[in-house]
């Protein structure tokens, strides 16, 4: 049986119905497929029509069991959806499995509970995918530990980069304290066909992560939607539809290939690094996050990260670019907030070989030090002004033009340094962002962020002084 988990701690990525679709598809063409839904909301069997009310048993009963004297324990729970599609549904009790004070919380196998229940129904079934909850804790551990190959659905949307960027480390953390390879591939989802800003945003994830992305894009489509509110997959809802079309032609990718040699050099790298034994071991959680305290918590979205933290990772953002070797990358100590030099300095230390630090401690007015980079007012109109060491092509973006895709482009001044535009704004606020190489990005050196979106760059002219 071939096992494949669906993984984002992200919520809101199509994760699910990448789930329902997919599995629905690969039953569709006479495969045994089981679907476990590793997700406390439960939404694969409302999914599938399954009713709520009928649910007695979820996959939380089998991971608490001792399946060595229950092994008919899993049996009761499937239901078979039809067309050779089953399902092992999951409640909201599911919730206390993340919790420290479980039952299980300090047993040895904690982490590996999915796979014995794996184990008892392997021979039954062709595919088995996981559809896991958006956090990274004991419960995706689990199918992580379980699966031979983990698919990472991502929405080509404005965050879309940078969650995928942070979603590929946390995997290969994961990976590591596996101790063995695990494939992972990501798929773009809810794409918005012909609009520029989804289409640059794909062409970047493309160029970002090459052969770790799927060849499949996943529509936006209405009838996706329509097809989960009333119960069934797109296959049988709308089986002629281009939503069908996108995961039949999914369904095909996934089955046309074979372990890639990216697990393979990931296998020898860990080899070489360290004791796979001693690893799994270990507490297999990655070191930045914990699982959830409390049990309703993996449900819960969450809250987001003070403004400054925002900020300490646009500048880090920048630090980490692949530069060409010896070029030099400047940051103004008078603009940075509160620990980030220091942050920036240790990257240095990581072996980033681009990494130059320009403190300008000597310069002798701090206001006039400011204006250097970001947005100032000057006689002609606004200035925009970045390092030329933030990208090859750099553009603003704004309410001011918009929230034109392409943006405006700045002018890059090699004798200077800089990438620069001036644009005739009236008084008043605007809000604006940065688009380097394709890609949205926040400006580092703005001096106010939207409450709402720390993203998002506020700017202020004021009136001319009469």
């Not at 039954?124 to 559809?131: A, M, N, T």
């Not at 983990?150 to 980069?161: D, I, N, R, S, W």
């Not at 001693?278 to 297999?284: A, I, K």
């Not at 002004?385 to 033009?401: E, K, T």
């Amino acid at each position: 049986m071939r096992t494949l988990a669906l993984v984002n701690q992200k919520g809101g990525c199509g994760k699910t119905t990448t789930a329902i679709n997919l599995s629905a598809e690969f039953a569709h063409r006479s495969l045994r497929v089981l679907l476990i839904d590793l997700d406390p909301q439960g939404h694969c069997a409302a999914g599938l029509g399954v009713p709520d009310t009928s649910i007695t048993r979820g996959i939380e009963d089998a991971l608490e069991a001792d399946l060595t004297y229950e092994p008919g324990l899993v049996d009761e729970m499937i239901w078979e959806v039809g067309g050779g599609l089953n399902l092992i549904p999951s409640t909201v009790r599911l919730t206390n499995f993340e919790s420290a004070d479980h039952e299980h919380a300090e047993d040895h196998d904690r982490d590996r509970r999915l796979l014995h229940v794996l184990e008892l129904v392997k021979d039954r079934f062709d595919l088995c995918l996981i559809d896991c909850p958006p956090a990274i804790g004991w419960l995706t551990f689990n199918a992580l530990r379980a699966a031979d190959e983990t698919l990472v659905p991502v929405e080509t949307g404005y965050f879309a980069l940078k969650g995928a960027v942070r979603q590929a480390k946390t995997i290969d953390t994961v990976v590591k304290r596996l101790g063995r390879p695990l494939d992972f591939f990501l798929l773009p989802t809810l794409h918005r066909e012909g609009t520029a800003r989804s289409e640059n945003i794909l062409s970047a994830m493309r160029s970002r992560f090459g052969d770790q992305m799927a060849p499949c894009v996943i529509r936006e489509h209405e009838s996706l939607r329509e097809a989960a509110s009333m119960g069934q997959p797109i296959q049988q809802f709308a089986p002629d539809s281009p939503a069908a079309e996108d995961f039949s032609g999914l369904a095909e990718w996934v089955l046309g290939h074979e372990q890639t040699s990216i697990a393979t050099e990931q296998a020898r790298r860990l080899q070489e690094a360290s004791d796979a034994v001693t690893l799994r071991e270990e507490d297999p959680r990655p070191d930045s996050q914990e699982p959830a305290p409390a049990a309703i918590k993996a449900s819960q979205p969450e809250a987001p990260a003070p403004e400054r933290n925002e900020r300490v990772q646009a500048v880090l953002q920048r630090v980490g670019r692949s530069e060409p070797a010896g070029k030099s990358v400047v940051f103004d100590v008078q603009r940075l907030p509160d620990g980030v030099l220091d942050r920036v300095r240790t990257a240095g230390k990581q072996g980033i070989q681009s990494l130059v630090i320009d403190p300008l401690e000597s310069a002798p007015d701090p206001e006039a030090t400011s204006a250097r980079f970001g947005a100032f007012p000057t006689d002609q109109g606004v200035c925009f002004r970045q390092p030329a060491s933030l990208g090859g092509s750099v553009s603003i973006s704004g309410d001011f033009n918009h929230w034109d895709d392409s943006g405006e482009p700045m002018s890059l001044t090699e004798s200077d340094g800089v990438h620069e535009v001036i644009l005739p704004l009236a008084p008043g606020t605007y809000r604006y962002r940065l688009i380097v190489d394709g890609a949205p990005t926040p400006d580092p050196h703005a001096k106010a962020f939207d409450k709402d979106d720390s993203t998002t760059c506020i700017l202020e002219i004021p009136a001319a002084s009469s």
